[in-house]
C-alpha cells in the first residue's frame, strides 16, 4: 500500500493550486467570504461528516471527519486570513486588491484541505474523529476565542489539537522540514498605550507649559532598565515601543503624546510584574514632570506552550511516515505570538513549523530567488514542500492514538 508521505506528495499540485487560487484573494480579519467559499468547495468534494460555515464572526468553517474504527476526537486548525500589505513579489497569481497574503495564511488553507483529502480517502483505516478548524482573524488574534465560542471545540468534545505555520519562523529548518518543540513555542503577548498629558504652548516659552514629548522621551528611555535590569536574565522578555504619536508643529508644545508598544514573554507572571512596572514607571516619570500617564493594556494573548506528548508524537509520527530527514527539533522558542494559545487553554496541543523557504544561491543584487521576511511585501512560500505540511498532519491523525 502507497504510504501516507507518497500520497500527499503526489497531492501537492492541487495544493499549490489552492494555494494560488487563494493568494491572488487575501482578505483580512473576519471579512473572508471567498476564502470561506473555497474551503466550503473543496470539503464539499470531500464526502465529510459535518461541514458548518459562518462561524466565528461570520466566516469561520469547521468540518468533521468520523472514522471507520472508534477513537479519539483531534482537531487540526488552519488560519485563513492575510495582511494589509500592497504586494510586490511579482508573481503571476499575485493579489491586486491592496491586500496580500504575507504570512503564508493561504499555504495554510491549501495544506489543511489537502489533509482532509488525505484522512477522507483513508477514512477506512482512521480512528475516531478528525475536526478540521480554519479560522479567520490571526494576525487581529481574536479569531481563535471566536471559533471556541462557535463550538469548534465541541459535539464532539475535541481531545488534542495540532497546528502548524509555514515560512521561516525559524531559519534552521531545511525546506519542507517539520520543527517541533516541546513547552515554550511562541511568546505571550500584551499591547499597552500610554497617554502622556502636560500643558501645551508655544514652543518659545517652555517655562509656561508641561511638554509632553518630554515626558514621553523620558519614559521610554527609562523603560529599557525594565528588561535590562529587573528581570532574570535567563528568562526571555521583551519590551518594545513601536509607535509615538505627538505634536504637530515645531514651535508649538503639545498638549498630549501617545505612545503604544508590547510586551513579550512566557511565563504570565512576568507579564504581570512588566505591565506593573511599566504602569509605575510612566505615572512616576509623568508625575514628577509635572503631567499625568493614563496607561492601557489591551491584547491579552498567551503564550503557546506545547504539550510534551503531543509535541514528541509529531517527531516519531514524521520521522516513520515521511522520513528522518523531514522532522528536527527547534532550540529555542520564538518571541513571535499566535491565538493558537486559546485552543490550548482549553485542550491539549502542540504546534509547530513547517519550513518553506527556498535555496538561494548567486546574490539578491544578482536577481537570485531569495527569502523575505513574514510581512514583508515580498514574501512568498517554497510550494514544492507545501505536501510535508498535509502529509505530517494526516500522518498525525492516522497514527496519534497507536
Ligand atoms: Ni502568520
Known sequence: MESIGAKAKALNETIVELRRELHAHPELGHDLPFTESVIVRELTKLGLDEIKSGQGQGHGVFATLKGKKPGKVLALRADMDALPIQEETGLPFASTNGNMHACGHDAHVAILLGTAKLLADAREELAGTVRFIFQPSEETVNGALSMIESGALENPQVDAIIGLHTGNIWDGLEPGQIGWRVGPMMASTSTFSIV??????????????????????????????????????FEPAVVTIGKILGGSAFNIIAGKCEVHGTIRTFAPEIDGFLKK???????????????????AFTV????????????????????????????????????????????????PGAFFYHCSTFHCSGSSSEGAVCNYPHHNSKFDVNESVLWTGSGAMAAYALRWQD
Open 196 to 233: 502622556f498629558e502636560g500643558k501645551g504652548g508655544h514652543g518659545a516659552t517652555p517655562h509656561l507649559t508641561v511638554d509632553p514629548i518630554v515626558i514621553a522621551a523620558e519614559t521610554i528611555v527609562q523603560l529599557q532598565t525594565l528588561v535590562s535590569r529587573e528581570i532574570n536574565p
Open 300 to 347: 491579552n494573548l498567551a503564550a503557546v506552550i506545547n504539550d510534551k506528548t503531543c509535541a514528541l508524537k509529531m517527531r516519531d509520527i514524521v520521522a516513520s511516515s515521511l522520513g528522518e530527514e523531514w522532522v528536527r527539533e527547534i532550540p529555542l522558542p520564538s518571541s513571535g505570538a499566535e491565538d493558537f494559545s486559546f485552543y490550548l487553554a482549553k485542550v
Open 277 to 295: 512596572r511599566i504602569r509605575e514607571t510612566a505615572e512616576g516619570v509623568a508625575a514628577s514632570m509635572r503631567g499625568r500617564a493614563a496607561v
